[in-house]
């Protein structure tokens, strides 16, 4: 029987929760790397038990860890990430150039077709891929070169997040960086193109400027490759056109601040966010957490209750912690900065948590397993 | 042999479960201890010290015979006590909360 395994970084250590296919109930196994920052856990699409993990900490920085056995053991592989060359400055807080200088892993992101090969996104913003399982690392550095002077950081570092690769064409990447933009490359990496034309920002002088926007988080239907969607600082977005232009689906959310947007795994146009209150809250309006789902690939949005706290809560989700999986009654799973991780096994319809008392929630990935 | 006590999460990461002992060919300074300690456990590199530059990470401290050497030059010589494996030479993490 098919099942699931739910991949979860924390604060302090990762967890990996697993289930059938009923996701009624869960095992909970962990924690991994206890004690340690694990901002991202992914698994390969080819080989589902290899799995990669990004362990960093501020005392001792980053480790990456590689499991051959879906998540049993663990061995550490390559932590060397060394920009291409001279690394160069961009934008600071006040204004003024800063030099690149590595801090951590925020993604990582296994090939479709190759298990050896996986890419990270780090902060300070870059793109590296490994073609030997994590053992070494490159710098794809093409991408710094579009305009790389003019990103900044946002509040949580200038962190490349968000890889997403085109399963229709293997030389097309788009990646996101905050604060940035949304970029893709058609050449395997080589050189990138800023896709930001419809963005508006008022976080920043120019508010269509080509880069320098807080992108929080892209995601793409497999089946309909050229359609993007992304929750913006402010202002959930959608291209038709692979990212060559975008415009605004915000419609009748509560907010149209977020972090994670995700797509139903058969329904290309069904999407889902999570709006949060902002400047500076960061918590669901009125303390009611409410995941909103549109079937018309946004503008129409209807509130996704049944199972969640409607009062007193005050949790975050980042923009990592939400994720799909394939079965066919689409599993949706989301984990907050509360420690609970929440699963739907309707498309959302309702919802119950899996785990209550997890430190931090800092992404959540999901396997489909066979 | 010296010995080399290293926090716990390195430990962890080392899978060893208390102080190590390191061999230095050579003279028995900062840096060739380091040198040795990472080549016998590969695994960390990068948490003690940056891996091009060779610099301690901000929150990492060396301690020895009850002084505070973090700030030596990495070619100064270790103490006796510690190249005679008496004492041990200490990696501390520094005390930071969270």
């Not at chain 1, 080819?46 to 990456?64: C, E, H, K």
């Not at chain 1, 977020?258 to 058969?266: C, T």
């Not at chain 1, 909103?292 to 199972?307: C, D, I, P, Q």
Request: proline share 7%.
């Amino acid at each position: 029987m098919s099942g699931v395994r739910v991949l979860v970084g924390t604060h302090k250590g990762a967890f990996i929760l697993t289930s059938d296919a009923k996701r009624k109930k869960w095992n909970v196994n962990g924690p991994h790397f206890a004690g340690w920052e694990v901002y991202h856990m992914h698994g390969s699409p080819v080989d589902p038990n290899r799995l990669y993990a990004s362990q960093s900490s501020g005392w001792f920085g980053q480790i990456i860890q590689r499991s051959n056995n879906g998540g049993q053991t663990w061995e550490p592989v390559g932590n060397k990430f060394a920009y291409e060359g001279v690394p160069g400055t961009h934008l600071w807080y006040d204004g003024t150039q800063h030099p690149w200088e590595f801090k951590r892993v925020w993604r990582l992101e296994p090939s479709l077709t190759d298990p050896d090969t996986v890419y990270a996104g780090v902060e300070d913003a870059a793109l590296f891929r490994s073609t030997d399982g994590g053992q070494n690392w490159q710098e794809l550095s093409g991408l710094r070169e579009a305009k790389g002077h003019l990103w900044q950081p946002g509040a949580g570092g200038m962190c490349l997040h968000t890889i997403i690769q085109d399963p229709s064409n293997s030389q097309r990447i788009y990646v996101a960086i905050s604060a940035a933009g949304a970029f893709r490359t058609d050449d395997d990496g080589q050189t990138w193109l800023p896709i930001n034309q419809g963005l508006n920002s008022g976080e920043i002088p120019d508010t269509s400027a080509e880069v320098g926007h807080c992108v929080h988080n892209l995601a793409m239907h497999p089946s309909h490759p050229n359609i993007l969607f992304m929750q913006k600082h402010w202002d959930v977005m959608r291209s038709d056109n692979s990212g060559d232009s975008w415009k605004e689906v915000s419609g009748n959310l509560p907010s149209d601040f977020g972090f994670p947007i995700a797509v139903h795994a058969h329904e290309p146009n069904t999407i889902y966010v999570v709006p949060i209150k902002s400047d500076s809250e960061h918590f669901p309006p009125d303390g009611k957490l409410r995941v909103y789902r549109s079937r018309t690939g946004g503008n129409e949005w209807e509130a996704l209750t049944k199972g969640l706290p409607q009062s007193d809560c005050y949790v975050n989700i980042l923009r990592s912690a939400m994720a799909v999986d394939a079965l066919d009654s689409c599993g949706i799973y989301f984990g907050t900065t509360g420690g609970q991780v929440y699963a739907s096994s309707d498309s959302g319809d309702s919802w119950m948590p899996i785990v209550s008392n997890l430190p931090a929630v800092l992404s959540v990935e999901v396997q489909t397993l066979p | 042999m010296i010995r080399v006590v290293i926090p716990y999460h390195l430990r962890t990461l080392a899978q060893v479960t208390s102080e190590v002992e390191i061999h230095v060919d050579g003279q028995a300074t900062q840096g060739a201890l380091l040198d040795a300690l990472e080549s016998k456990y590969p695994m960390l590199r990068g948490t003690i010290r940056d891996q091009a530059t060779k610099e301690r990470r901000p929150f990492i401290r060396f301690f020895a015979c009850g002084e505070d050497l973090s700030l030596e030059s990495p070619n100064s010589p270790l103490p006796d006590p510690i190249v005679k494996g008496v004492e041990p030479f200490r990696i501390v993490g520094a005390m930071a909360g969270g």
